[in-house]
C-alpha cells in the first residue's frame, strides 16, 4: 500500500459509484475496507446498505453535527486499508471541523491506506492533498 489520496467531486452519483468501485476492487484483492458514508437522507443509500456485503457506517445528518476528528483519528491505526469517505463535503459543511483540521487527520491516516474521499463540492484543499483528482459533470 502507497498511501494515496483519491478525490472524486462533482456530480454525486458518479463521484460516489467510482469510490465505491475502488472499494470492490480493493475487497477483490482481498485487501480490507473501511467505508463511511455522511447521508442527507438519500434513498440510495438506504438500499445499498440493505442490499451490500459491504459493512458500512452511515452517519447521519444529526449525528454529523456532533462527529468530531476523533471518529477519523481512529482510522490512523488502520494498515493497509481502502477507506472511502462518501459525501464528505455534507461533513464538512456541517460540523464544526474545520478542511484544514480534517487534512490533517488524512494525513495522518494517508501513509499506511489508500484513501478515497467523494464530495459533490469542489473543495479545493482537498484537491491540493489528493494524488489523483477527478471532477464529474453534473447532468
Given at each position: ?135 464529474f459533470s453534473i447532468s
Open positions: 500500500m502507497s498511501g494515496l489520496v483519491h478525490f472524486y467531486f462533482g456530480d454525486r452519483i458518479k463521484a460516489f459509484e467510482t469510490g465505491l468501485g475502488t472499494i470492490i476492487r480493493s475487497e477483490g484483492h482481498s485487501l480490507k475496507t473501511t467505508f463511511i458514508v455522511f447521508n442527507d437522507n438519500y434513498n440510495w443509500i438506504k438500499n445499498l446498505e440493505s442490499r451490500s456485503h459491504l459493512q458500512i457506517q452511515i452517519i447521519n445528518k444529526t449525528e454529523i453535527r456532533t462527529l468530531g476528528l476523533d471518529a477519523f483519528k481512529s482510522l490512523s491505526s488502520n494498515n493497509n486499508h481502502t477507506i472511502l469517505v462518501a459525501n464528505v463535503d455534507l461533513f464538512l459543511c456541517n460540523s464544526q471541523i474545520s478542511v484544514n483540521d480534517f487534512i490533517k487527520t488524512i494525513e495522518q491516516v494517508k501513509p499506511k491506506n489508500e484513501i478515497i474521499l467523494t464530495s459533490e463540492e469542489m473543495i479545493e484543499e482537498l484537491v491540493q492533498i489528493a494524488d489523483y483528482a477527478s471532477e
